[in-house]
DNA sequence: TCTGGGGTCCTAGGACCC
DNA sequence: TCTGGGGTCCTAGGACCC
């Protein structure tokens, strides 16, 4: 009677018991960069130089003392042997997609977490597979390996937080696995400010009350964590308990709350002229990668960083949601006066496209209240959509925007667009 | 940590309604 | 007219992620 009732107990946790596998690139941006050339490999390399500071670097740079965010000068300076390479996204999001391919052999549910992340949903796979979760993760750091040079380390536990914590254990190349034998020490070895959504603010919460490590903060009770935290840490700590509370997602992303184009330049500038060209350029990607989506923002919001890095942010209601260029620089050019001020230095500029609604429901009163003009741009959009997609890259851009694009002094980053670029209007 | 670019989610507080 | 309680929706801003 009682080993019925064990077994059944056990059946029990087996089946809501989850495997998720969390796999993360080494020095991802570098290492498509040597996959491209393999005469880099081994080398010092670093990208970044478009922006002039460090994006990302071989273990090798940094052995040397490179570290991210150092500015490119000074790496040339201080490092004279190292590689300094323009980051070509495009590459990046290539390689990433190969390599969340190859997780998809083994798994149904695979999160694309970010462009060199992502997490799987492994549970029972090991029964399906005949092969341990390990056995499926050396599988696929091999394959991605071989098939594309690219190393991956992959951490394996019962909820998302807890193979975060195992991917970060080891690495490069590492594969660990957190099981009810080593999570102890593994949470104990997990200092608070770590964990995955534990920033820099709750981080000093959390150590002001005695929680220094991922261990201690599972040794409090909900009551404790709920008097104290919101929910966002209380999510976290049922994770470090192994209740999985966070889902994997593996629907592609295909919906977007908001878009945001911003670019820092130097040196800072006070000329409204260049900051309007620059704000109309950012509308004008935003607004393409948001048709892209069949997607139009209800509100525009504009903004300006200061020298001092104050931010200063207005937002534009619209009247009827709209994804086109033309109509929100008129907003832009009416609402510019509320974030600029004369005189003063401006380090940055962006805009964000908030609120974003699908345009499908949106055809009737597009037509009904916009009039002929707006048709028109509709028609001309669509085709300048379609020309990108040929193209996989914008090919067509508003006169207005032409100087911000060609630009060789100030944040100038699109050399390699130019020469084919028509131009409209 | 001397600070790029692109996102998400949560929450406090106000407006508005009954 | 200074006055209850409670609900919803919206907004601005904070915090966090890679």
């Keep these: 009677m009682f080993g019925v009732f064990t077994k059944y107990l056990h059946c029990n946790q087996m089946k809501s018991e989850k495997t998720i596998l969390h796999m993360d690139g080494d020095a991802f941006f570098v290492a498509v960069e040597v996959a491209k050339n393999s005469k880099l490999r081994g080398l010092p390399v670093v990208t970044g130089a478009e922006r002039g500071m460090v994006t990302a670097l ?4 940094k052995a040397l003392g490179v570290v991210r965010g150092m500015p490119i000068f000074k790496v040339k300076q201080a490092f004279p042997s190292v590689l300094v390479l323009p980051g070509d996204y495009a590459s990046y999001a290539r ?7 190859i997780v998809r052999r083994y798994a149904d549910e695979v999160e694309e977490y970010s ?57 490069p190349h590492g594969l660990t696995e957190i099981t009810q034998h080593s999570l102890r020490v593994m949470l104990a070895n997990t200092p608070i400010e770590t964990l995955w959504g534990i920033g820099p603010r709750v981080a000093v919460r959390l150590r002001v009350r005695g929680v220094y490590s991922a261990l201690d903060f599972t040794q409090r009770d909900t009551a404790w964590v709920r008097r104290n935290f919101a929910k966002p840490q209380e999510a976290i700590w049922q ?22 184009r911003t670019r820092t330049f130097s040196p800072a500038t006070s000329d409204a002229n260049f900051l309007l060209g620059q704000l109309e350029r950012h509308i004008e990607d935003a607004c393409m990668k948001a048709r892209h989506y069949n997607l139009a923002p209800k509100k525009l919001m504009l903004y300006l960083r200061t020298q001092s890095f104050a931010s200063v942010v207005h937002i ?10 033309s109509i929100l620089i008129g907003y832009l050019r009416k609402n510019f006066p509320n974030v600029y001020t004369a005189g ?36 001309v959009h669509a085709h300048i959509d ?40």
């Design 58 to 61: 071989s273990y090798e740079a």
């Design 95 to 101: 390689y990433s997609g190969m390599m969340f391919d």
């Design 115 to 171: 462009i060199d992340e992502c997490f799987a949903d492994m549970t029972g796979l090991d029964r399906t597979l005949k092969m341990t979760h390990r056995e499926i993760a050396e599988c696929i750091q091999r394959e991605v390996s071989d098939e594309l040079g690219l190393s991956v380390t992959i951490g394996i536990a019962t909820t998302k937080v807890l193979a975060k914590i195992a991917s970060k254990y080891e690495k």
């Design 239 to 260: 994770e470090l308990q192994g209740v999985a509370v966070y889902p994997v997602n593996g629907a592609k992303k295909s919906t977007f709350g908001s878009m945001q």
């Design 316 to 325: 534009v209601p619209l009247e009827i949601p709209s994804a086109s260029p």
């Design 344 to 379: 003063v230095q401006y380090r940055s500029a962006g805009i964000t496209l908030c609120d974003l609604v699908g345009t499908a429901c949106l055809q009737e009163s597009l037509f009904a209240s916009e009039g002929d003009i707006e048709n028109k741009f509709a028609s």
């Design 386 to 425: 379609a020309l990108e997609e040929k193209h996989g890259k914008p090919m067509v851009y508003l006169a207005s925007s032409h100087h911000t694009r060609h630009a060789s002094g100030r944040g100038g980053d699109d050399f390699e667009r130019m020469d084919s670029n028509l131009l409209f209007l």
